[in-house]
């Protein structure tokens, strides 16, 4: 699949073959499944979790800054323009934020968590 698509992550110099690398290793270490794969990007959702999930957090981080820089650590943008809009937070977001300190440098970080 990946293949196909030829998923690279080239504004990291990471090719196809460096992605389905740490995918097979987080797949023997947590069991994961692919979805929504694309030349630029995918979902990754793992089945079996560690009870701390600090040291997972910042390997999906150091291995794909964007996941932070480009999604969870954009939440509150988010979050404001719907505000914004007058739209509701829709309910899974809503949870994925719940607790968050958006004062806090490191929530995208605490949100992958």
Do not use: H
């Not at 110099?13 to 694309?38: C, F, H, N, P, S």
């Not at 829709?90 to 949870?95: H, K, M, T, V």
């Amino acid at each position: 699949m990946l293949l196909d698509k030829g998923t690279n992550g080239c504004n990291y110099d990471l090719d196809t073959a460096d992605i389905i690398q740490k995918l097979r290793v987080w797949d023997a270490q947590y069991g994961i499944e692919l979805a929504e794969v694309e030349s630029d990007r995918l979902i990754v959702t793992f089945s079996n979790l560690p009870d701390d999930l600090t040291e997972l957090a910042l390997d999906i981080y150091e291995f794909c800054p964007d996941t932070i820089d480009q999604g969870f650590g954009c939440a509150d943008d988010a979050i404001n323009m719907l505000q914004k809009s007058q739209q509701g937070i829709p309910a899974d977001l809503q949870e994925m934020i719940e607790g968050i300190d958006f004062e806090d440098e490191n929530f995208g970080l605490e949100i992958l968590k």
